[in-house]
């Protein structure tokens, strides 16, 4: 039998010269403090990849009307919802790959593939002169940008154990406030020679593409981001480099094995067996409840800014691309405050499943007030408007964040790559279906003015209320499941 000191000696954590995983652990073993540097990285690696995600949705209205392809005014929110889905299309069918990629080669190749991905069809996006050619450039945006999934177990690899829940929120959090700096930024930069005549003329290049600004500046974002990411460290286990000291190990363990210590060994070198994601049912449960918060919140984020920008005749607030970027900046600011100083003390106070419980119920009523939103006009309208949307983004986010942490729990680190391009393909499809299926039911509702049950808008937040209801319950036992080991 093994002693007590050879077993010690065989479970004590070893560092691989060559490998880059093991350099970051050795390096988070040594770290005191706050690791600013570190969230300040990831947050804007995952701000390049929101901000095209939502930042056409306040021109889009428009960018639809201008392609001459609906017929009537109630049917460009049909078309829009194509738009809205194409990228999440492309993202339906190749996020398990890049998951995958990932875990083999690493996260950092992923995230600088991502943001060069970002550089190009952005742009081009920007530059669309016909209804296909923008759904061309979203979806292979979509394509060939999959560093969300590995971003979060990256998020999870590079902090200590205090600060994981720190490092998942600000993903959400960089990604909620993408998908509000992103809104904004094409609500103030679209149609630039319209509302900035004496800057941009109408036959210069911004003039003769109207929505190209907006597309330009985060492109030019992107860029940036992309020559800083290849100075981020790698979080991945590489041990290819230490064959002889692996032998040597490895003939330890067989002498372990007869002395009956087989299954401390299997845990020092990781060698048991992997467990199959798909029978995981902590992470299957959380990633099924994510992807129905995730249909919802693309939903949402597709009719709002229809709902705003839509004439008062119509049911919408007559709002202008501007309107809607000061609505969702303001929305912004306020998210980033909650994420980044409150959740963290919320996730440790009562758990992630919890608070996503608590925020779940809450967002319901909130969405049942946005049709009487509507009534109001003026200073009132304004600071209702953006006291719901501030905490509309505060609570979806805070759920969103907590399905995060559920998920990266449920598996361990050879795994998270795989797990969160699952999560990524299973989300994107119903993201994919969020904006098609939310500018129909939009459409639809506009031309039921009329009707005597749930009128006009009052169909359309009641459809999403109906969504959130289902996530809501879906979030108790026995549905979810959370891992205890």
Known sequence: MATD?????????????????????????????????????????????????????????????DFHIAEREEDIGYYAGYVGSSLMFGRVLTSLIWGIVADRYGRKPVIIIGTIAVVIFNTLFGLSVNFWMAIATRFLLGSLNGLLGPIKAYASEMFRKEYQALGISTVSTAWATGLIIGPALGGYLAQPAEKFPSVFSKESVFGRFPYFLPCLTISLFALVVS????????????????????????????????????????????????????????????????????????????????????????????????????????????????????????????????????????????????????????????????CASVAKNILSTSIITSLFLLQNKAVDQDQRGAANGIAMTAMSLFKAAGPAGGGAIFSCAQKRRDAALLPGDQMVFFILNVVEAIGVLMMFKPFLAERRD
């Open 227 to 386: 020559i800083a990411s290849f100075w981020l460290p790698e979080t991945l286990h590489m041990h290819h480099g230490s064959r002889k000291l692996d032998e040597s190990r490895e003939g330890a363990e067989t002498a372990s094995v007869k002395s009956g210590t087989k299954h401390e060994m299997h845990k020092v070198e990781g060698k048991a067996p992997k467990r199959s994601l798909i029978r995981n049912l902590p992470l299957m449960s959380s990633i099924i409840v994510y992807c129905v918060f995730s249909l919802h919140d693309m939903a949402y984020t597709e009719i709002f800014s229809l709902w705003a920008v839509s004439p008062r005749r119509l049911g919408g607030l007559s709002y202008t691309t501007e309107d809607v970027g000061t609505v969702l900046s303001i929305s912004g600011a306020g998210l980033l405050v909650f994420q980044t100083g409150l959740y963290p003390h919320l996730d440790r106070l009562l758990g992630p499943v919890v608070v996503a419980r608590i925020c779940g119920v809450l967002s319901i009523p909130l969405l049942s007030s946005y049709p009487f939103i509507a009534m109001l006009t003026g200073l009132s309208l304004s600071v209702t408007l953006n």
């Open 5 to 65: 000191e050879e077993k010690e000696a065989l479970l004590k954590k070893h560092y691989y010269e060559n490998c880059p995983g093991c350099k970051v652990d050795k390096f988070k073993e040594s770290q005191r403090g706050l690791p600013i540097c570190k969230l300040a990285s990831i947050w804007i690696v995952v701000l390049c990849t929101a901000l095209p995600i939502s930042s056409l949705y306040p021109f889009l209205y428009f960018m639809i009307r």
